[in-house]
């Protein structure tokens, strides 16, 4: 009788063959220097980039505040900028209203000055009774001694600068009846005003 053994032999472990890959064509150097270049690195790597990271969370703080600083400034010139929007519209309101006062003064008429030269040069017996304003004209009524006072204040009101040269002259008849309105002579006097100033 023939045995036959049908086991597998035993085959000796061979080390240099793992999983299909061929070990003994490993170069051992190479493989070193790679995990070293792999792990070692990340000891002084992982140090210097917290020591990064912790810069630059400290300035990405400072960066925060300052940030916090100008939307509170930026803020604060908003309220600013109102106040110099309003400034703005009420100095255009002030700038109409001085426009309309100036307009008014422009067209104002101040008869100071006309009324200055009157009272230095009229003569002292006449006696002014009514002054008034006639659109252009000055009208003068009034009562004196005698004539020649009027005609003395006539002409001193055509030398003026005040008055155009062509003033009209008429005499009054008397109102009054007592005995000492009786000895006046009342006189109107119309001027047409050249210029105010």
Do not use: C
């Amino acid at each position: 009788m023939i045995e036959i053994n049908l086991s597998t032999l035993k085959k000796p472990l061979d080390l240099a063959n793992v999983g299909g890959f061929d070990l003994s064509k490993l170069n051992v150097k190479l493989v070193v220097l790679a995990i070293i270049l792999l792990y070692i690195p990340d000891f002084f790597i992982i140090d210097s980039l917290e020591k990064s990271k912790i810069a630059a969370d400290a300035e990405l703080q400072e960066l925060i505040q300052t940030k916090n600083k100008l939307t509170k400034r930026v803020n604060a010139l908003k309220e600013f900028d109102k106040q110099v929007q309003q400034l703005k519209r009420r100095e255009r309101q002030l700038t109409e209203k001085l426009e309309v006062v100036k307009s008014i003064l422009t067209t104002k008429r101040n008869p100071w000055n006309i009324l200055v030269y009157v009272a230095r040069n009229i003569p002292p017996e006449i006696w002014l009774t009514e002054i008034a304003f006639q659109g252009e004209e000055l009208i003068f009524k009034g009562l004196s001694l005698d004539y020649a006072n009027q005609g003395i204040f006539l002409d001193s009101l055509k030398k003026s600068v005040f008055f155009d040269k062509n003033i009209t002259y008429s005499k009054v008849p008397p109102t009054g009846t007592s005995e000492t309105q009786k000895n006046l002579a009342p006189f109107e006097i119309k001027a047409r005003i050249a210029r105010f100033e």
